[in-house]
């Protein structure tokens, strides 16, 4: 789950809650919200600055994972994560990610056998 402020002028500011997939539990993906949140207020941080234009496309800002796995491994690592949730709960749900994503990879998906039967 992310939030992004849309602010182009004070009169036209909205908060925009951008929510996971259905498979999302959503009291977790809460609580690791407000437990990042209340971690960057005790930690003093400051928000970067506001990005213009397409977003996607700046170079050298922090961005999401980009498959489970990596996901699962950076959350294992996350001290700041342990804080918000309990340990215990958070090694499970790194247990299932890395189980889940290992999983997919003994599997050929309809994409590739369309893709490279094409090719063959």
């Known amino acids: 789950m992310t939030y992004r402020v849309i ?5 036209r500011c909205r908060l925009e809650t951008r929510v996971g997939g259905a498979d999302v539990n959503p009291y977790l993906a809460f609580a690791g919200c407000i437990g990042a949140g209340l971690w960057g ?65 003994t599997k050929v998906t309809d994409l590739e056998r369309r893709r490279y039967f094409e090719m063959a």
Do not use: H, M
């Open 41 to 105: 207020i005790d930690q003093d941080l400051s928000l970067p600055p506001p990005g213009t234009g397409n977003c996607y496309n700046i170079i050298g800002v922090v961005t999401a994972p980009r498959s489970l796995e990596e996901a699962a491994r950076e959350l294992a690592d996350s001290a700041t994560a342990r804080e918000a949730v309990s340990p215990a709960v958070l090694d499970n749900l790194v247990r299932i990610a890395l189980w889940e994503s290992d999983l997919f990879k």
């Open 7 to 11: 602010n182009t002028s004070e009169s």
